[in-house]
């Protein structure tokens, strides 16, 4: 029997490791994408564009959900996890060596975009798999504590991309890093993913899988069955992720962007305010998880987005004050909201479907959200703010958390689900 200590381990690595990935473009959107691969064009355009770039990814999620979901639940949960970490590791290496605009001309924005797709497919097949892994090994009681480990990836992941380019700010002046800099953590992904691939390859299959596959044959085609018999609890899961997608993503990549190019602040100083607050998020994490399981899924995320619907307010007077400490707040605030709503999915959304289409149904239910919380949050943000406001951005936080109350609230509770 494999110990509890190595599963939630290898579900906490693969997420950690696909979120690094994932959030080192979004940190070089904000900061150099525009100019290395968009040159031709004023500061505004080339930040729409990078946006745009990153959008890409989330419109590939889905799509990564459902190929690795359709394998997952006919194959197996580790040989499944050991693929979509390869695809979302060499789709990260291979943007740090992209030429650039200068060097030959469209082909380097076209690239991007392809590698970028990606990294959305790759991550699209990792998070439902990492979930399912924790889930479907969990002790009884305590799905919610195990659903947290793939949970602490994202902001363990996003502590490790944020310091890589923290150093580099300290390290290397602006030329350098648009030269060759932001190109370091990319390429370092590779020592990342052969670790994971190590940790992976030793696992062996859930017992939940296996009792499953010894008792009859596996759903030929999960994504009919997904739709023809669940698609609501699909389209409540996808809807319940808005709100973490958009407070994250708002926080992060578009509050950088606006930080450095609008309010001044420098470059090494805005990330090590992220850095302060993603540590809040982390914090999040457990209080949620214990929260879940003692209480229920359903009670966390209606406190937690009732709380996010009313941070959309905090927005102008913290972030548009320009004061540093008021910023680090109003970022610690929304990042430890994103971790509160973030947390119960962990175990929820795997308790939403049965184990033929678990896989398929929870890895499509998170990644159908991303395109809906975030595929555009940074894109839409910008606009908002050079149309309307800083005010009207933090609206957007609201309505997304107001549509996560929503699902919230016609979800049914699942913590006492029993996955076999």
């Known amino acids: 029997m494999i110990s509890t200590t190595r599963i939630a381990f290898a579900s906490f690595i693969g997420t950690a490791i696909e979120f690094y990935d994932f ?30 770039t990153f959008g890409i990814a989330f419109i590939a999620r889905p799509f990564g959900a459902l190929l690795f979901g359709h394998f997952g639940d006919r194959v197996g949960r580790k040989t499944t996890l050991v693929a979509s970490l390869l695809v979302m590791g060499i789709s990260t290496m291979l943007i740090g060596v992209l030429p650039s605009y200068e060097m030959v001309g469209w082909v380097a924005p076209a690239l ?54 923290l150093l580099l700010a300290n390290t290397l002046d602006d030329v350098q890093f648009r030269e060759w800099g932001w190109r370091i953590p990319f390429l370092a992904s590779a020592v990342l993913v052969v670790i994971g691939l190590y940790v992976r390859l030793k696992l062996a299959e859930t017992p939940v899988f296996t009792k499953a596959r010894q008792s009859h044959q596996p759903v030929k085609l999960p994504l ?41 602040i420098p470059r090494p100083q805005f990330l090590g305010m992220l850095c302060v607050a993603v540590l809040f998020m982390a914090a999040a994490t457990p209080l949620a998880a214990l929260g ?16 996010a619907l009313l941070s959309g307010f905090l927005m102008e007077p913290m972030l ?13 605030i929304e990042l430890f909201l994103m971790g509160a709503t973030f947390v119960p999915m ?44 800083l005010a009207w951005v933090g609206g957007y936080i609201s ?18 689900s029993d996955l076999a």
């Open 346 to 389: 962990g175990a929820l959304l795997p308790e939403l479907f049965p184990t033929a289409v678990r896989y398929t149904g929870a890895g499509a239910a998170y990644n159908l959200g991303g395109i809906l919380g975030a595929s555009l949050a940074p894109y839409i943000a910008q606009q908002l703010v050079q149309h309307g406001g």
């Open 320 to 332: 548009g004050s320009g004061s540093p400490i008021l910023i680090t707040a109003f970022l610690s």
């Open 23 to 52: 959030y080192i473009y979004g940190l070089a959107v904000a900061l150099v994408i525009g100019p290395v691969f968009f040159p031709n064009s004023d500061p505004a355009v080339q930040a729409l564009n990078a946006f745009l």
């Open 112 to 165: 991007l975009c392809l590698l970028r797709f990606g990294q959305g497919i790759g991550l699209g097949g990792e998070w439902g798999g990492a979930a399912l892994l924790a889930a479907e090994y969990a002790p009884e009681g305590r799905r919610g504590w195990f659903g947290m480990f793939p949970q602490l990836g994202p902001p363990v992941g996003f502590l490790f991309a944020v310091g890589s380019f």
């Open 224 to 264: 009919a069955q997904l739709f023809a018999h669940h698609a609501k609890p699909l389209i409540l899961g996808a809807l319940l992720m808005v709100v973490c997608y958009a407070l994250f993503y708002i926080t992060t990549v578009f509050s950088l962007s606006y930080g450095v190019a609008t309010l001044g």
């Open 399 to 416: 309505a997304a958390a107001a549509i996560s109350l929503v699902a919230a609230l016609l979800i049914h509770e699942t913590r006492d």
């Open 292 to 307: 879940g399981d003692r209480y229920g899924r359903r009670p966390v995320l209606l406190i937690a987005g009732s709380a």
